[in-house]
């Protein structure tokens, strides 16, 4: 059970305590926090840059420095394929630490790539995968960040990558837990793109360390075949598990203005919709911007997303 899933529950009962009896000053605190706060906040996902980090307009050190003061966004979120050579450099590490304080900017996470399966079906394999992934728990912990976000990448079949994901998935969080680290998986192809695989493979690792992070648009099974799927679905299998939300947009519709939409895949996304299945679940943590739109500059898709956002919970919030 999530942590955010605690919350709820005790939420909730406090609830209906206050009507017949006088609430605690902690519990007391603790509705009016929940009355009083946000929703939800807005990060940003390093990813939705990644055009002008690779053409190189963009230092990734300069990272935390425009979330801030071209968005207004306090929260960050790494990807490690643009420092990949600097996990252990702790001086470079430092600068990234000393420019997010300077700006105000909280280091979230840091996304994990190019480390190998965490279900290899080779042992050996699978093991070198998990301890790729150590450096990348020390580096976040060094940076102050809650999670690092890793794929739950096997091959086999469908109950054979279960157990295979679940076991370098509950290794590698074991590492993680000593660094008070959480470790956290998104749906990223293949059948982690199934939130009912995701959701057991979950349930089978069964460490209060792993979570997920539910990504709105990758959904895609296999999208050369074409195989998605359902993304509303998948997103509340998840959420129970959920440490991070990444907000996936791509395309705008004006006359639609809760809706984002992938027009190389067809397929969209009603946020409204969406962050309603997220804020039910009792999730008031940060939503991660990730623009991966072609229509728009990445500068311009930001801000877009960040509205849309901003729309989505000031509708809800009502």
């Known amino acids: 059970m999530s942590r955010t899933t605690n919350r709820r529950q005790f939420l909730r009962k406090m609830t209906g305590y206050a009507a017949g009896a006088a609430l605690g000053a902690w519990a007391a605190h603790e509705l009016h926090a929940a009355k009083e706060s946000p929703l939800y906040r807005i990060s940003l996902a390093e990813w939705s840059l990644h055009k002008a980090i690779f053409d190189k307009k963009l230092d990734h050190l300069d990272f935390a420095k425009v979330a801030q003061e071209e968005f207004g966004i306090d929260g960050v979120e790494y990807v490690n394929q643009f420092f990949f050579e600097k996990a252990k450099d702790k001086e470079y590490l430092g600068e990234m630490k000393k420019r997010?304080?300077?700006?105000?900017?909280?280091?979230?996470?840091?996304?994990?790539?190019?480390?190998?399966?965490?279900?290899?079906?080779?042992?050996?394999?699978?093991?070198?995968?998990?301890?790729?992934?150590?450096?990348w728990v020390e580096a976040a912990a060094f940076?102050?960040?809650?999670?690092?976000?890793?794929?739950?990448?096997?091959?086999?079949?469908?109950?054979?990558?279960?157990?295979?994901?679940?076991?370098?998935?509950r290794r590698l969080t074991e590492f993680a837990e000593k660094h008070q680290l959480y470790v956290i998986v998104e749906n990223h192809g293949g059948l982690s793109s199934n939130g009912a695989w995701l959701a057991e493979v979950m349930r089978r690792v069964d460490h209060p360390h792993c979570g997920t992070l539910p990504d709105f648009?990758?959904?895609?099974?296999?999208?050369?075949?074409?195989i998605w799927y359902d993304?509303?679905?998948?997103?509340?299998?998840?959420?129970?598990?959920?440490?991070?939300?990444?907000?996936?947009?791509?395309?705008?519709?004006?006359?639609?203005?809760?809706?984002?939409?992938?027009?190389?895949?067809?397929?969209?996304?009603?946020?409204?919709?969406?962050?309603k299945?997220?804020?039910?679940?009792?999730?008031?943590?940060?939503?991660?911007i990730e623009y991966?739109?072609?229509?728009?500059?990445?500068?311009?898709?930001?801000?877009k997303s960040k509205e849309l956002l901003e729309r989505v919970r000031e509708k809800l919030s009502a």
């Open 143 to 169: 940076l102050g960040c809650h999670s690092i976000r890793v794929n739950a990448a096997s091959a086999g079949s469908y109950d054979e990558q279960v157990a295979l994901a679940a076991d370098g998935l």
């Open 100 to 135: 997010a304080d300077d700006h105000g900017v909280k280091s979230l996470l840091i996304m994990i790539d190019r480390e190998g399966r965490l279900g290899d079906p080779d042992e050996a394999k699978r093991t070198q995968a998990i301890e790729n992934h150590y450096k």
């Open 217 to 226: 648009g990758n959904f895609g099974i296999n999208r050369q075949k074409d």
């Open 231 to 275: 993304r509303y679905r998948g997103v509340e299998e998840l959420m129970p598990y959920a440490q991070a939300v990444s907000a996936k947009t791509y395309s705008f519709d004006e006359d639609r203005p809760f809706v984002t939409i992938d027009r190389r895949h067809n397929q969209e996304t009603d946020y409204l919709r969406m962050m």
């Open 292 to 303: 991966e739109g072609h229509e728009l500059d990445e500068m311009t898709g930001i801000r």
């Open 277 to 288: 299945i997220v804020v039910d679940s009792g999730y008031r943590g940060y939503v991660g």
